[in-house]
């Protein structure tokens, strides 16, 4: 499956663009292991756009700290 990602890791928020598109493992849902998970779905997207303020992630010239904060928390 592929995600498109920001890895902190790799680079910084002003020195990257855009996002990296990896291989990540599909998820599985299985409540009688996790409960929460009972109610999950898993989306399969057929068709995708581009928000207008998805150019400003690309730009780095918004939310970065509400990336940057909710990286942390991770």
Known sequence: MKALVFDKSKNSWENSKGFEMVDI???????SKNPQD?????????????????????????FKDMINDSLARE
Do not use: Q
């Not at 779905?41 to 992630?57: L, P």
């Open 25 to 31: 493992p599909e998820p599985v849902l299985d409540g």
């Open 38 to 62: 009972a109610i999950s779905v898993i989306v399969k997207i057929k068709y995708a756009a581009v928000c207008g303020s998805d150019k400003n992630f690309w730009n780095r010239t918004a």
